[in-house]
């Protein structure tokens, strides 16, 4: 475990010999045009608990950044969207609260049926397209650079 960082904050990626996290997550946008995002748990060791965030998570191996999207949030929503479904948002670069680099993309999901979805980390928040901006202090620093650029961006 890399010295200092919380046990959970501490599964990074060893590359080149630097400590840094690569991950993707997504606005996920149900059939019937709300969005769904992460109230995330309020527990010790993750990053931003109790705070909202969207689903998504590390990138394992070698897989694409859409490849990780997919099966991160098919594991924590139950749903699977194929990789080609995701449409790009937004790079992300930054260092996480433990100072570890992070870099990661933003993806958009539409047509998830809201109907069946087991959410397996966290719980699901539905929400109004009209809501987001009244939720942006309580969403995790990632999500919220990801909201912006998402409430800002013509093609959604």
Do not use: W
């Amino acid at each position: 475990m890399a010295r200092g960082l919380q046990p959970g904050l501490a599964k990074g990626i060893q590359r080149m010999g630097e400590l840094h996290r690569d991950f993707a997550s997504a606005v996920l946008i149900s059939v019937c045009g709300r969005l769904l995002l992460q109230q995330r748990d309020d527990v010790p060791g993750i990053l931003y608990p109790g705070m909202i965030g969207m689903f998504g998570g590390q990138r394992e191996g070698d897989e694409t950044f859409r490849e990780c999207v997919s099966r991160e949030v098919h594991e924590e929503i139950g749903f699977l969207l194929p990789p080609d479904r995701f449409e790009a948002l937004a790079p992300y670069a930054a260092v996480d609260p433990a100072g570890v680099p992070v870099n990661g993309q933003f993806f958009v999901g539409r047509g998830i049926p809201i109907e069946g979805l087991r959410i397996t980390e966290g719980a699901l928040l539905v929400v109004e397209r009209a809501e987001l901006a009244s939720l942006l202090q309580r969403l995790a620093p990632p999500a919220r650079m990801a909201a912006r650029i998402f409430m800002a961006d013509k093609r959604f």
